[in-house]
């Protein structure tokens, strides 16, 4: 039992860090993503000596990061809004170094905007960098929804960030 914690504690230093990135990049939200993160890797302890023999830990930690994700957006108590933009009156030079952190800022922005299930899809496919058959099997669906929602998904992203650029801040 002690050598099943043990390496339950080191594939956790492992892929917590991966794990908590993917979940911010479904959810939005760091708090979110930690609390997301936190109750996967309490459901994949409870099931440990099962996954572990499947021979992919990460991938079912994975799937399980993301339908934690999906499943908290739907609590009534996580439908927060923000009600106040900041203000946008600079536009950033792409001279200026900290032109990629606004880029980055501009895709989270709009990423966020997106459903969750093609935000799911985009993050799993694009950043994840998972193939079409491996986002299907974490999301619990069929490859063409999977192909369908990603393309939705970054047709939304082009055109939320072109205005963006266009006029200066987040559609």
């Not at 302890?45 to 079912?60: M, T």
């Not at 739907?74 to 792409?94: F, K, N």
């Not at 669906?141 to 393309?151: D, H, I, L, M, N």
């Not at 970054?154 to 072109?162: F, M, N, P, Q, Y």
Request: proline share 5%; hydrophobic share 40%.
């Amino acid at each position: 039992m002690v050598d099943r914690d043990q390496e339950y504690v080191e594939f956790v230093a492992a892929a917590s860090a991966s794990l908590r990135r993917t979940a911010f990049l479904v959810c939005g939200d760091w708090h979110r993503a930690d609390d997301v993160v936190q109750d996967a890797l309490c459901k994949l302890y409870r099931s440990w000596a099962k996954i572990d023999r499947a021979g992919n830990p990460l991938a079912y930690a994975r799937r399980t990061v993301v339908n934690a994700a999906l499943d908290s957006g739907r609590r009534p108590w996580r439908r927060e809004v923000p009600t106040a933009d900041l203000p946008t009156d600079r536009v950033p030079s792409y001279d200026d170094p900290a032109a990629g952190h606004a880029d980055r800022d501009e895709v989270l922005a709009v990423l966020a905007t997106l459903p969750p299930r093609q935000r799911a899809c985009v993050v799993l496919r694009y950043y994840e960098d998972l193939s079409i058959e491996q986002t299907a099997q974490i999301l619990g669906c069929s490859e063409g929804t999977v192909k369908s929602q990603a393309a939705r998904g970054l047709e939304t992203l082009r055109t939320a960030i072109d205005q963006v650029r266009r006029i200066g801040r987040p559609a």
